[in-house]
T-cell receptor, first 116, second 118 residues
Framework: NAGVMQNPRHLVRRRGQEARLRCSPM?????VYWYRQLPEEGLKFMVY????????ESGMPKERFSAEFPKEGPSILRIQQVVRGDSAAYFC??????????????FGPGTRLLVL | AQTVTQSQPEMSVQEAETVTLSCTYD???????LFWYKQPPSRQMILVIR??????QNATENRFSVNFQKAAKSFSLKISDSQLGDAAMYFC???????????????FGKGTHLIIQP
C-alpha cells in the first residue's frame, strides 16, 4: 500500500539547467497537487492537476515553471533555466476524486532542489 | 483570499504534559475544511487531524484534539501526554469546500516548532 512517491529525493542543478521532478500519486488517487516550501516557511500551493488536465495553476510562477499529469505515468513538475531562488523543497500531494468530502491530501517525502 | 496565521513560532513542553498550538484563519466562506499537519526532521508532511467546518463536534485522534471555534475563526491543536516523537513543525491548513468551486489547494500557516523537553 505505497504512499505518494517522489523522485529524486535530492536534486542538484547549476544555474541555467533544467530540473524535472516526478510524482506518483497513491493508488486510487487521480488528483495531484504541487507545493513549494522555502526555508523556514510553510508550504505554498503551486498547481492542481487531474489526469491530462491542469485544474488550477494560480500559484505557479508565470515563467520557467510547468506541470503535467499525463494519462500514463507520473506527474512532472519542470523548472527551466533554474536560478538560485528556485532552491527549495517541492512537495507533491494526492487525493481521491470524490466530491463532497474533505479530499484529504496525502503528501510525498518531497524533492530537495539545490541550485548552485 | 484566505489566510492562515500561526502566532507561535516555537513552543516548548515537558514530556507527558499537555500543549496547545494556536491557529486562526480568515475566510468569507461558510463551508471549508481545516487540517493540522506535522513535519518532523525527516521533512515528510504527515496528517495529524482534520475538521469539517459544518461539524460542531471537535475532531479527536488519540492524544490529538482540536478546539474549533467557527465564529472566532480559531482552530487550535491540543496534544495530550506529549511524547518525544511529537517534536516537529506543526502546520495548520485550510481548504475551501467543493461546493464553492474553485481551487482545491491548501493554504498553510507558517508553522509552529514544537520542542519536547525530556
Amino acid at each position: 500500500n505505497a504512499g505518494v512517491m517522489q523522485n529524486p529525493r535530492h536534486l542538484v542543478r547549476r544555474r541555467g539547467q533544467e530540473a524535472r521532478l516526478r510524482c506518483s500519486p497513491m493508488k486510487g488517487h487521480s488528483h495531484v497537487y504541487w507545493y513549494r516550501q522555502l526555508p523556514e516557511e510553510g508550504l505554498k500551493f503551486m498547481v492542481y492537476l487531474q489526469k491530462e488536465n491542469i485544474i488550477d495553476e494560480s500559484g505557479m510562477p508565470k515563467e520557467r515553471f510547468s506541470a503535467e499529469f499525463p494519462k500514463e505515468g507520473p506527474s512532472i513538475l519542470r523548472i527551466q533555466q533554474v536560478v538560485r531562488g528556485d532552491s527549495a523543497a517541492y512537495f507533491c500531494a494526492s487525493s481521491t476524486p470524490w466530491r463532497g468530502g474533505p479530499k484529504t491530501q496525502y503528501f510525498g517525502p518531497g524533492t530537495r532542489l539545490l541550485v548552485l | 483570499a484566505q489566510t492562515v496565521t500561526q502566532s507561535q513560532p516555537e513552543m516548548s513542553v515537558q514530556e507527558a504534559e499537555t500543549v496547545t498550538l494556536s491557529c486562526t484563519y480568515d475566510t468569507s466562506e461558510s463551508d471549508y475544511y481545516l487540517f493540522w499537519y506535522k513535519q518532523p526532521p525527516s521533512r515528510q508532511m504527515i496528517l495529524v487531524i482534520r475538521q469539517e467546518a459544518y461539524k460542531q463536534q471537535n475532531a479527536t485522534e488519540n492524544r490529538f484534539s482540536v478546539n474549533f471555534q467557527k465564529a472566532a475563526k480559531s482552530f487550535s491543536l491540543k496534544i495530550s501526554d506529549s511524547q518525544l516523537g511529537d517534536a516537529a513543525m506543526y502546520f495548520c491548513a485550510y481548504r475551501r469546500s467543493d461546493s464553492g468551486g474553485g481551487a482545491d489547494g491548501l493554504t498553510f500557516g507558517k508553522g509552529t516548532h514544537l520542542i519536547i523537553q525530556p
